[in-house]
């Protein structure tokens, strides 16, 4: 094990008693160990020692002067073998790691990619952390060996002390040399997974985006739309400009991605050939995009121009067709009046130039790419409208410049004949409960009756029918908005003040709490007519044919007019009760009202029955026009609700029945009558008197009971001359039979009950009157037999 051949062995003793005994025991034990081919020398003393090593080859306990100790050397020793251990397992770790570095595979998805950039990141820090372990280990060690210099500078290190110095140097340089060939590394690999990272993200912001673009690509596409009117346009232009104002996020999405994408780029990322591409597709999409969405904007701009043009051509010809009209005849056949007349129509003609369309061919030029074959049309009524009212004034110019002309004789004016008036239908209103109508203004009257005046030509044309829709719509709509504002007015001015803290004293104790029944349902229907109805009707202005259509999807909502007029009685005994409370008295002097509550109240009832007699009005004019047949039919179905209105306002005026009439069906038809009775009980002078004395009878017929009741005419003004019903019997509709031929008169029929106990002959206003009550109490009884079987 020694490094060179040994030549000789010296063996010193202990110098105690007890020690040298032990040692020549156990010398004896292990004399085989020491019998060597070199001489052993038992020394006795260190000084014997001494004879045979120099005191400088010596350690100071063997009493020689050399600085060495045993202990310390083999402690040294080891902890530089250690180390040197350490240096090599640490390198030996940091390039197993840096091969699996190296080989791991990229991830395709952001969550796997930062999984995988965490889990990296935290070895290096543990490898990190051992590094620098065991530099702290071989910095102790070399500091434990120049420990004697660092306290002594003039102390002088031996050879061993060197060669352990250069040997943890040496280490130490070969551990730095290692962590910064593997930081190197590390700053590659990291920067390497951070931009896969990147590109991982980049990707999946480029998918969301792309998939953003198309769905707004998509619903831009969906701007094909011209629009039909200048309001209608403008709506769309408002569309398109909301739709763009909400797709900018995406926009500016796309754009700074596509920013990003070229960040990639100019910093060499290394997946530069997949970037390009996708930044390439980002900026193409909004760029098309932008430029989509201009090309619309321009077109809607452009048909916004035309239809200004038209609308403009339109507005002329009304005003001249008006003017026309308004030129009274009988003035216009003396001479004065002829020129009078010839002046305002060259007055009215110069305003033409920036009114009327010159030129069709040149509009179908300038407009050619908005131009559908629908808008197209258009411009060809609108022109030959035109072209029509030009040619009215030309005749009515030549007719009066020959009135203009001197004449040779005086010419008599002739009136025109009253039947040429047109009447409006709302001056036969139909029958309702009150008796309380609207009726079309003085001012509407005077208009038509204007247009008629003005010739036979205007008053049998085309337009003449479109002058009178218009001005009918433009009279359903101004309505339309006065009462919402009424409607509003009673809510906020009333309604609003029952539940005000600041008004409470003034209310009666009574009062309190009962705003549900004065004012029932009105809240409701305000919200249908201001958020809906009225909308609706706003976007029809211009479009007459589906005005009808309007008032048949909104018809289910009109139900609502039902229910208020079901609570009418309840809200008219509490109006009549607290009618001159000092709290109604302040409402009205607050809103400066002339009428009372209970005029606004019958609003509701007023307005349904103002619709009828409007589309009433504009099926006159519409007949075998587009559009007329929703028009009948929505004036069907709001007959259909004024009947069901009118005849609950009846059933709700009958008093003295026990029972709940809701428990009797609906009410199918309600009607006065002549009843006769024939009863087979009862005296014969009785029966006889029956025969011969009708009664004047109120019937209401339910789908479960037909009640026989007696009106009565109440005296008074307003809601109290409204008529009563007393209940006088009823008939189940179950045991019921009916005859529908009496004998000597069309108008009768007879209702039987339990095989003819008792009948009644009922006499109604009309033969019309009684088919109809008796096919509906055919159906009730057809409807019956069906159930049973």
């Given amino acids: 094990s020694f490094p060179g051949n040994l030549q000789l062995v010296l063996v010193l003793r202990p110098t105690g008693?007890?020690?040298?005994?032990?040692?020549?025991?156990?010398?004896?034990?292990?004399?085989?160990?020491?019998?060597?081919?070199?001489?052993?020398?038992?020394?006795?003393?260190?000084?014997?020692?001494?004879?045979?090593?120099?005191?400088?080859?010596?350690?100071?306990?063997?009493?020689?002067?050399?600085?060495?100790?045993?202990?310390?050397?083999?402690?040294?020793?080891?902890?530089?073998?250690?180390?040197?251990?350490?240096?090599?397992?640490?390198?030996?770790?940091?390039?197993?790691?840096?091969?699996?570095?190296?080989?791991?595979?990229?991830?395709?998805?952001?969550?796997?990619?930062?999984?995988?950039?965490?889990?990296?990141?935290?070895?290096?820090?543990?490898?990190?952390?051992?590094?620098?372990?065991?530099?702290?280990?071989?910095?102790?060690?070399?500091?434990?060996?120049?420990?004697?210099?660092?306290?002594?500078?003039?102390?002088?290190?031996?050879?061993?002390?060197?060669?352990n110095q250069a040997t943890v140097e040496r280490l130490l340089a070969q551990l730095h040399e290692t962590e910064t060939a593997f930081d190197e590394f590390w700053i590659k690999h990291q920067q390497k997974l951070e931009q896969c990272l990147h590109l991982r993200n980049f990707e999946q912001n480029f998918r969301e985006v792309k998939a953003a673009l198309n769905i707004v690509s998509e619903r831009l596409s969906a701007f094909t739309d011209v629009g039909k009117s200048c309001s209608h346009v403008e709506h769309i232009l408002k569309d398109l400009a909301n739709f763009e104002e909400k797709s900018c996020e995406t926009i500016v999405k796309a754009r700074m991605l596509a920013s990003e994408g070229d960040a990639f780029i100019q910093s060499n990322h290394y997946a530069v050939d997949s970037v390009i591409p996708k930044c390439s597709e980002l900026h193409h999409l909004c760029d098309a995009f932008t430029t989509e969405t201009e090309r619309r904007r321009n077109l809607l701009n452009k048909s916004l121009e035309l239809h200004g043009l038209l609308e403009k051509s339109m507005k002329w010809c009304d005003e001249g067709i008006y003017l026309l009209a308004s030129q009274p005849v009988d003035k216009c056949q003396s001479q004065d009046g002829a020129e009078s007349a010839l002046q305002e129509i060259e007055k009215f003609l110069d305003t033409g130039t920036g009114n009327k369309i010159k030129e069709l061919n040149k509009i179908y030029r300038e407009y050619a790419h908005i131009l559908s074959e629908d808008l197209k049309e258009h411009v060809q009524k609108v022109f030959q409208k035109q072209e029509s009212m030009e040619e009215m004034f030309q005749k009515r110019q030549v007719s009066l410049k020959k009135l203009a002309a001197k004449q040779t004789r005086p010419v008599q004016p002739v009136a025109p004949r009253p039947e040429a008036f047109v009447k409006s239908p709302c001056t036969s209103p139909e029958t309702m409960r009150g008796g309380q109508q609207e009726h079309m203004t003085s001012r509407d009257n005077s208009w038509r009756k204007g247009l008629v005046q003005g010739g036979i030509e205007c008053r049998t044309s085309h337009f003449f029918q479109q002058a009178v829709i218009r001005h009918v719509i433009n009279e359903l709509i101004e309505t339309e908005r006065a009462y919402v504002e009424e409607l509003l007015c009673v809510l906020e001015g009333y309604a609003a003040e029952m539940d005000n803290p600041l008004m409470a004293h003034l209310i009666p104790p009574e009062l309190q709490n009962k705003k549900d029944i004065l004012f029932g349902n009105m809240e409701e229907i305000y919200h249908f007519h201001n958020r809906i109805f009225l909308r609706e009707l706003e976007n029809y202005v211009e479009y007459p044919e589906l005005v009808g259509r309007c008032f048949l999807d909104q018809m289910e909502d009109f139900q609502i007019y039902e229910k208020y007029c079901q609570n009418k009685p309840r809200s008219e005994s509490l109006w009549r009760q607290f009618s001159d409370s000092v709290f109604f008295q302040e409402c009205q002097r607050k809103l400066d009202h002339k009428l009372s509550l209970d005029s606004y109240l019958l609003k509701p009832v007023q307005r349904i029955t103002k619709y009828q007699l409007l589309l009433k009005e504009m099926l006159k004019y519409s007949k075998n026009c587009e559009g007329a047949e929703d028009l009948q039919e929505a004036l069907t179905s709001i007959l259909g609700i004024l009947k069901a209105v009118n005849d609950s306002m009846h059933q709700i005026a009958i008093t003295g029945y026990d029972g709940n009439l809701n428990e009797l069906g609906k009410l199918l038809m309600q009607g006065s009558f002549n009843v006769w009775t024939d009863h087979k009980k009862g005296h014969s002078k009785v029966k006889d008197l029956a025969r011969f004395k009708p009664m004047q009878r109120h019937l209401f017929l339910h789908e479960k009971a037909v009640l026989f009741c007696k009106k009565r005419e109440e005296n008074g003004e307003g809601y109290e001359k409204a008529p009563s019903y007393s209940y006088k019997h009823s008939l189940n509709m179950a045991a019921v039979g009916i005859t529908e031929n009496v004998k000597g008169d069309a108008k009768k029929f007879e209702i039987w009950y339990n095989a003819r106990e008792e009948v009644y002959i009922i006499q109604a206003p009309t033969p019309e009157v009684k088919a109809t009550w008796v096919n509906e109490i055919r159906k009730v009884l057809t409807s019956q037999l069906q159930a049973c079987r």
């Avoid at 292990?30 to 001494?50: A, H, T, W």
């Fill in 17 to 163: 008693f007890f020690h040298r005994a032990l040692s020549d025991i156990a010398f004896k034990f292990n004399k085989d160990e020491f019998k060597m081919k070199v001489p052993i020398i038992m020394l006795g003393s260190v000084s014997e020692l001494q004879g045979y090593i120099d005191k400088t080859q010596l350690t100071e306990d063997l009493g020689g002067t050399l600085d060495y100790c045993h202990n310390r050397w083999l402690s040294r020793r080891t902890a530089i073998e250690g180390f040197a251990q350490k240096v090599k397992q640490t390198a030996q770790i940091l390039q197993s790691f840096g091969t699996e570095l190296a080989e791991t595979e990229l991830p395709n998805d952001v969550q796997s990619t930062s999984s995988l950039l965490a889990t990296h990141t935290e070895k290096k820090d543990k490898m990190k952390e051992d590094i620098r372990l065991a530099v702290e280990q071989g910095d102790d060690i070399l500091g434990s060996i120049t420990k004697p210099v660092t306290e002594n500078p003039e102390y002088k290190l031996n050879q061993d002390q060197l060669d």
